[in-house]
């Protein structure tokens, strides 16, 4: 019997020896039955891309895409989505008969995430997000798409907040910034006290939110999710609130881009057990 053609995709980024990528990708692709398909990790930085892509053959059909090569990928794409183009960056290319085409799958994973906890977490009356970078600019995204009219910034950087703010503003939301927790210049009343809270700020950072007196009724997302359980999701958990970290994001964001790679749903649950094995966050 012949063996099916090889497809390929992988993850590209620096550093990438720590990506799941494969774990998730692998694990949906032996769920699917997709034996021909293989996934691997590709060490590169940005200036690296268009040599590397230009060099792939057509077995490649798909690449994941983490930092720093997001806003690389979507200069260097062909097509792009309305999402990756609104959003500046791309962690998403598709192989398609028009060259390659940019996707951000980063929204689908914060909006996967959030739909685990219930309709209460998607449904909050107010909003505040943690941060500034490029994964504060996903969780705007994603918190206009659940119908947020305004959002509380908080930014270490009021400079570096400049370009989030401009996206809001172009999201037709309003917005307010905050300095950091704990600052001379914090806020009275704290952004903290929102309902639904998306901390996108490294574990070093969060450090200054885990004293905070978080309560029953609140939501809190944490992108981060190494070590797991982060410290931001078990002090929040432990006052009462609602926490997912961002093992489950990840999740999400995999799963949409399988549904771009391959034509077929996902099988979440597959790749979940090989993501959080006993509640857990794999190596691999």
Request: hydrophobic share 50%.
């Amino acid at each position: 019997m012949e063996a099916p053609p090889e497809i390929r995709c992988a993850v590209v980024g620096s550093p990438i020896g720590h990506s799941r990528s494969p774990l998730l990708h692998r694990a949906a692709y032996a769920a699917l039955g997709l034996t021909g398909w293989t996934y691997d990790r590709v060490e590169l930085n940005a200036a690296d891309l268009p040599g590397w892509l230009s060099g792939l053959d057509r077995s490649w059909r798909g690449v994941s895409v983490t930092m720093p090569v997001k806003q690389a990928a979507l200069a260097i794409a062909e097509t792009a989505s309305d999402l990756a183009s609104t959003l500046g960056a791309a962690n998403t290319l598709i192989r398609t008969e028009r060259g390659w085409h940019a996707d951000n799958t980063d929204v689908p994973g914060l909006l996967g995430a959030l739909g685990e906890l219930g309709a209460d977490a998607t449904a909050a009356t107010s909003a505040t997000v943690i941060g500034a970078g490029g994964t504060a600019s996903a969780a705007v995204a994603a918190l206009a798409a659940l119908g947020q009219q305004h959002i509380s910034v908080v930014a270490r950087d009021a400079a570096r907040a400049e370009t989030l703010l401009a996206l809001v503003d172009r999201l037709d939301m309003t917005w307010d910034l905050h300095a950091w927790p704990g600052s001379a210049k914090s806020s009275t009343p704290s952004p903290l006290e929102a309902e639904l809270l998306i901390s996108t700020v490294p574990a070093a950072a969060a450090r200054n939110l885990l004293a905070h007196q978080w309560r029953v009724g609140q939501t809190v997302l944490d992108v981060t999710y190494d070590p797991w359980p982060t410290a931001l999701v078990v002090a929040s958990r432990a006052r009462g609130a609602r926490a997912i970290g961002g093992a489950t994001m990840l999740l999400w964001q995999a799963a949409r881009q399988i549904e771009l790679m391959t034509g077929r749903p996902a099988p979440v649950e597959a790749m979940r057990a090989v993501l959080l094995p006993g509640g857990t966050l794999a190596r691999g």
